[in-house]
């Protein structure tokens, strides 16, 4: 694959499930098998890839899923939750990937790479959380799971409540060196759900910890170790937009450091949904300032990395 461009592509929910479907791995594999037909495109395009995908939906009902049969079965704990999930969404997206790049004659091997990332277990994210999980509900079922299981429940960028988790910042990738290892010659699939949280102890033991990290700040972590020229995270959107659903609403086709940061600071992002993309984006060409970062839609990707479409980042 020599040369050619290097891209971390974060893959969102919409990207591995249909939002009016149900929630079965059937539908899952439906959606997932559209969703590598794209990313097949963008490999033929020359761009050597690695794929990051969220869990969020997923997790939340492997936990639920877990916890409803405890009196047949101890439930799982909330990372091993996680790891299950990094299993299932990566065998489907490497399985679905791998005959989409074969339709193209594209002989290249894809892997699911478990992956732990390590967390600070003193990080404030635990005592506020804030990463929506699992299905939706109404106003009047949150408030019944707040009082029942004690689930923390948010409103989630008006599409109604979610049980949110904590969400503590990515320290380090623990497989990080099998990732470069393989990245020249493979499709890595890898932080699967922002990684499976970890926590170190002063002994060097890694300890599992109940929470979920933003799979777009665990690829902007990726995209700066491995040296990507481009972080891409793929959204609902084609692009970044401010005053979101009213009727001024303005979509952005460039940003700068400096433009993204005012519009972050006007509240301009919903917490939920856009702004860990625009923050994680940010972060990217901060600590790299000769490279971009892309947000847009899944069907617009290969586009938007030619500069046609989607909201670009750059430092100035």
């Known amino acids: ?42 490999s033929t395009q020359g761009y050597e890839i690695i794929l990051v995908h969220g869990n969020g939906p997923q997790v939340g009902r492997i936990v639920l899923a877990s916890e409803a049969a405890s009196d047949v ?11 299950m999930s990094q ?12 005959y989409a790049l074969n339709m193209k004659n594209r002989d290249v091997p894809v892997v699911t790479l478990a992956t732990q990332v390590v967390v600070d277990e003193n990080d404030p994210a635990f005592q506020n959380p804030t990463k929506p999980i699992g299905p939706f509900y109404t106003e009047e079922e ?84 491995i040296g990507a020229d481009t972080l891409i995270i793929l959204t609902a959107v084609e692009q970044v937009a401010i005053n979101f659903n009213k009727p001024n609403q303005q979509n952005l086709s460039n940003l700068t450091l400096a433009e993204a940061y005012q519009h972050e600071m006007d509240g301009q992002f919903a917490s939920g949904s856009m702004l860990p993309k625009v923050q994680a984006a940010m972060k990217f060409v901060r600590a790299n300032p000769s490279k971009k970062a892309i947000i847009t839609s899944l069907d617009k990707a290969g586009e938007a990395l030619e500069g046609n479409v989607g909201t670009t980042i750059t430092f100035a």
Not at 188 to 217: H, Q, W, Y
């Open 142 to 225: 949150a408030k019944v799971l707040t009082e029942e299981r004690g689930f923390t429940m948010k409103e989630d960028a008006g599409r109604g409540y979610r049980r949110v988790v904590a969400s503590p910042i990515p320290k380090r990738i623990v497989e990080i060196d099998a990732v470069k290892q393989l990245w020249d010659s493979t499709i890595v699939i890898t932080c699967g759900g922002g990684g499976i949280p970890v926590v170190e102890r002063p002994n060097g033991c890694l300890e599992g910890t109940a929470a979920v990290i933003d799979k777009d700040f665990a690829a902007e972590l990726l995209a700066e170790q």
């Open 1 to 42: 694959m020599g040369n050619a461009q290097k891209i971390v592509i974060a893959l969102g929910g919409n990207a591995l499930q249909a939002g009016d479907g149900p929630a079965t791995a059937e539908t899952q594999l439906e959606v997932i098998r559209k969703t590598t037909e794209y990313i097949a495109e963008i």
């Open 73 to 83: 079965t101890p439930a799982m704990p909330f990372d091993v939750c996680g790891a």
């Open 87 to 98: 299993g299932y969404i990566g065998y489907h997206l490497q399985q679905s990937l791998k």
